[in-house]
């Protein structure tokens, strides 16, 4: 089993951007799609992108089409988000996941396909 480290958060102001960052060990980070989940207070964990091996495939929840931008480096094993046009209702803690593919372009939504976490990082959107 991997280790997943997540990094990059912070507070924001409702507009600004943050950029996360997740480093893999222990695994070979091209046989794994990937995923960013987020949990807000008094929330259930929920999807917010997803990238294929090849980086050739990627989803987005609706929420955050056209904001966020979910990207990787296989040769240094790192996953990022970019996240620009922040709102209030961004605010969460943000995890990386992964998950094995036998399945090069194949991206995932649902939380139980993923069977590696990240301790997550916070990320805060506040005047």
């Known amino acids: 089993q991997g280790q997943l480290v997540e990094s990059g958060g912070g507070l924001v102001q409702p507009g600004g951007s943050l950029r996360l960052s997740c480093v893999a060990s222990g695994r070979t980070s091209n046989n794994y799609s990937m995923g960013w989940f987020r949990q807000a207070p008094g929330k259930e964990r929920e999807f917010v992108a997803s990238?294929?091996?090849?980086?050739?495939?990627?989803d987005y929840t609706d929420s955050v089409k056209g904001r966020f931008s979910i990207s990787r480096d296989n040769a240094k094993s790192t996953l990022f988000l970019q996240m620009n046009s922040l709102k209030p209702e961004d605010t969460a803690v943000y995890y990386c996941a992964a998950a094995a593919s036998s399945y090069p372009t194949a991206t995932y939504r649902v939380r139980s396909r993923y069977r590696d976490w990240g301790q997550g990082t916070q990320v805060t959107v506040s005047s």
């Open positions: 990238i294929s091996r090849n980086g050739g495939g990627t």
